[in-house]
T-cell receptor, first 110, second 114 residues
Framework: QQQVKQSPQSLIVQKGGISIINCAYE??????FPWYQQFPGKGPALLIA?????SEKKEGRFTISFNKSAKQFSLHIMDSQPGDSATYFC?????????FGAGTRLTVKP | NAGVTQTPKFQVLKTGQSMTLQCAQD?????MYWYRQDPGMGLRLIYY???????DKGEVPNGYNVSRLNKREFSLRLESAAPSQTSVYFC?????????????FGPGTRLTVL
């Protein structure tokens, strides 16, 4: 049973558009919510992360929105670029136990 | 500064064979992790070591053993490989205090069990 549900599985966006990936979690004990970016043949790399006491965090073109009551969080990529084409994973962590969503393959068309 | 390194990069085993995946980090991190990545399932935690001398089970520990050799090195052993263990294995390290979710991943080992 996956503790973090992620959607969509794949996403195609035009260059300059907004990419939105959604995640939902079940365990309210999770206390940190990172997003990882993975390029083919590479390990995941931390993109941006948020704590549950914050509703939004922005770093450059990347924004996390967090809804604690709904147990949902999302990643918004503004002005999407072909170089953003990768697989994105949301995750939720408590202590050292990190649970990942299944991933979203993002393709940004030029 | 190499970050997290893993060996080997690729491995093919026959059912029943054993092998050890090696991982080392040079960032002086306290915690280290082993994940497996399967299509459509994201990454799943196999084992982790919060500090030198300690190890704990993650989400999918069956069929695996780990050793935290020292602060830098954390190995994953398959005693009797099964086709269900065909996967890409990632080692990661992270800070224990502060940003708990900031884990740094190695390049992965692609394992095929025939």
């Amino acid at each position: 049973q996956q503790q973090v549900k992620q959607s969509p599985q794949s996403l195609i966006v035009q260059k300059g558009g907004i990419s939105i990936i959604n995640c939902a979690y079940e365990n309210t004990a999770f206390d940190y919510f990172p997003w990882y970016q993975q390029f083919p043949g590479k390990g995941p790399a931390l993109l941006i992360a948020i704590r549950p006491d914050v509703s939004e965090k922005k770093e450059g073109r990347f924004t996390i929105s967090f809804n604690k009551s709904a147990k949902q969080f999302s990643l918004h990529i503004m002005d999407s670029q072909p170089g953003d084409s990768a697989t994105y994973f949301c995750a939720a962590i408590r202590n050292n136990d990190m649970r990942f969503g299944a991933g979203t393959r993002l393709t940004v068309k030029p | 500064n190499a970050g997290v390194t893993q060996t080997p990069k690729f491995q093919v085993l026959k059912t029943g064979q054993s092998m050890t995946l090696q991982c080392a980090q040079d960032m002086n991190h306290n915690s280290m992790y082993w994940y497996r990545q399967d299509p459509g399932m994201g990454l799943r935690l196999i084992y982790y070591s919060a500090s030198e001398g300690t190890t704990d089970k993650g989400e999918v520990p069956n069929g695996y053993n780990v050793s935290r050799l020292n602060k830098r090195e954390f190995s994953l052993r398959l005693e009797s490989a099964a086709p269900s263990q065909t996967s890409v294995y990632f080692c990661a390290s992270g800070k224990l205090a502060g940003e708990a979710g900031e884990q740094f991943f190695g390049p992965g080992t692609r394992l095929t069990v025939l």
